[in-house]
C-alpha cells in the first residue's frame, strides 16, 4: 500500500520570502505520479504541479518547483516569492501510473500562512 | 467551460437518515472519483466509476455506494448515516487517458451529521 506523510503541519512565512513543504512518501511501485494541490478556504482543490516519477528533471510552474529525490521518497514543495494568495492548505499527493487507476493518495496537509 | 459541479453545496441530516450527493463532470471526462475529507484530513477515496462501472473502491463500508450515468455524472449515496460521516464530500473528473492524468476537483458538498 501507498503512503503519503507531510510533517509539518502548519507553517508560516512572510510576504516575498521562499518556503518549502516536506513531504515522504512509501511505495513499491516504479512508475507513478506526485502532485502538489492547493486547497484554499473555498475549498476548491486547485492542482499546483505535478511529477512523473520516471523524469529526473524536476518539475517547475512559474513560482512553484519540486525537489524530487526518488531514492529517498522525498517530494518537497518550494514556493518562490510567496503572495499573500499562496495562504491555503497544501496536500502532496501519489498516484500509480496506471491505465485505469485514477486513485489519488493524500497526505495530511500543511496549512501554510503567507503574512503581510 | 463549467468546471465540475457539485451539488448541494451544504447540507445537514440527522443519525440514521440516508443522503444522495450529485457530481457532474467536466464536458467530456469519463472519469469521476469520490472523496471523503473529514476535517484536518486530507481527502480519501471512496470510489472511482468510468463508463458507468466501478473501476475502484476505497475502504468504506457497504452503506456507501455510487453511480454513473449516461451522461457520466454521479451519484454517492450513504446509508444509515453516522456522525463520523460528517465531511466535506469531494468529486473529481479526468479524462482516463494514458497521457493526461489532471483530476479536476468539485467545490465539495459539506455534509454535518446531527
Known amino acids: 500500500a501507498q503512503t503519503v506523510t507531510q510533517s509539518q503541519p502548519e507553517m508560516s512565512v512572510q510576504e516575498a520570502e521562499t518556503v518549502t513543504l516536506s513531504c515522504t512518501y512509501d511505495t513499491s511501485e516504479n512508475n507513478y505520479y506526485l502532485f502538489w494541490y492547493k486547497q484554499p478556504p473555498s475549498r476548491q482543490m486547485i492542482l499546483v504541479i505535478r511529477?512523473?516519477?520516471?523524469?529526473?528533471q524536476n518539475a517547475t510552474e512559474n513560482r512553484f518547483s519540486v525537489n524530487f529525490q526518488k531514492a529517498a521518497k522525498s517530494f518537497s514543495l518550494k514556493i518562490s516569492d510567496s503572495q499573500l494568495g499562496d495562504t491555503a492548505m497544501y496536500f502532496c499527493a501519489f498516484m500509480k501510473h496506471e491505465w485505469g487507476d485514477d486513485k489519488i493518495i493524500f497526505g495530511k496537509g500543511t496549512r501554510l500562512h503567507i503574512l503581510p | 467551460d463549467a468546471g465540475v459541479t457539485q451539488s448541494p453545496t451544504h447540507l445537514i441530516k440527522t443519525r440514521g437518515q440516508h443522503v444522495t450527493l450529485r457530481c457532474s463532470p467536466i464536458s467530456g471526462h469519463k472519469s469521476v472519483s469520490w472523496y471523503q475529507q473529514v476535517l484536518g484530513q486530507g481527502p480519501q477515496f471512496i470510489f472511482q466509476?468510468?463508463?458507468?462501472?466501478?473501476?475502484g473502491r476505497g475502504n468504506f463500508p457497504d452503506r456507501f455506494s455510487a453511480r454513473q450515468f449516461p451522461n457520466y455524472s454521479s451519484e454517492l449515496n450513504v446509508n444509515a448515516l453516522l456522525l463520523g460521516d460528517s465531511a466535506l464530500y469531494l468529486c473529481?473528473?479526468?479524462?482516463?487517458?494514458?497521457?493526461?492524468?489532471?483530476?479536476?476537483f468539485g467545490q465539495g458538498t459539506r455534509l454535518t451529521v446531527v
Open positions: 466509476y468510468y463508463e458507468k462501472e466501478e473501476r
Open positions: 511529477q512523473e516519477a520516471y523524469k529526473q
Open positions: 473529481a473528473s479526468s479524462l482516463f487517458a494514458r497521457t493526461n492524468t489532471e483530476a479536476f
